[in-house]
């Protein structure tokens, strides 16, 4: 009986072990593809997010008319509505990218005309490729930018982002294949300095679902952690992946 007993046991064990293994097969994509594709839409080297948050900033500063002519004075903005576009494009030896951005800003003052907070609306299209990873994406996002008062060397960004493309991945074997997927960013208290651009400091949580080609959906969860110095941090499932950031 004591034998039949441990028997049992492990072969408790042992179906416990396949049901984890035959889930973690069932990812569309695996960890490492979901984290690179994270990490592309947030990287400056392939025009992600942080790209954005430095031009959005720089435009916020120094704000332009619809013509390209440079507006008076950011505080003679109160309660008005400023649209533009914005368009990047880089190449190098393995990665090139491009995005088209439109964007609103509308100008919040209180009643004593101190500018309080920008909402701001984006929407974007965009491409890039590199070694094991390229896409086409749609994005649109809605910000709230404070700390805006004179003397301060930062803004805050908060807000929440949603993109979807069509990627092809690539393994280290050098087969391909294609698949779908979204990613949904809750971005928390992200500092960007005024004139430079650069993100120092703040969160966001994603959630990154889809689908391959073959039909089989994915589904990861994780975090962004904005460290300063060009550098920021992605966690799923425990495990650290690092990003390269304006």
Known sequence: MKRTRVYLAVSAVMIMAACSKEKEQQQGITESQAAEVVSASVSKDYGGLSW??????????????????????VFALCDTTITDTIQHSASGLNISWDFYLDYANSYVCNPSQDLQTVQLVTNKSGNYTGPHLSSAYQCNADWSVSNLEPGLTDVLFNGKLHRNGDHTLTDDNGNSFSA????????????????????????????????????????????????????????INGNTYNITVW
């Open 52 to 73: 954005e948050l430095r031009s959005l900033t720089q435009r916020l500063v120094f704000p332009t008319k619809k013509n390209g002519t440079e507006a008076v004075t």
């Open 180 to 235: 779908k997927g979204s990613i949904d960013l809750d971005v928390n208290n992200v500092s960007v300095t005024r004139f430079l651009g650069m993100t120092q400091s703040g969160t966001a949580n994603l959630v990154l679902t889809g689908s391959n080609s073959n039909g089989v959906s994915y589904n990861y969860v994780g975090s962004i952690q904005f460290l300063g110095n060009h550098k920021a941090t992605l966690t």
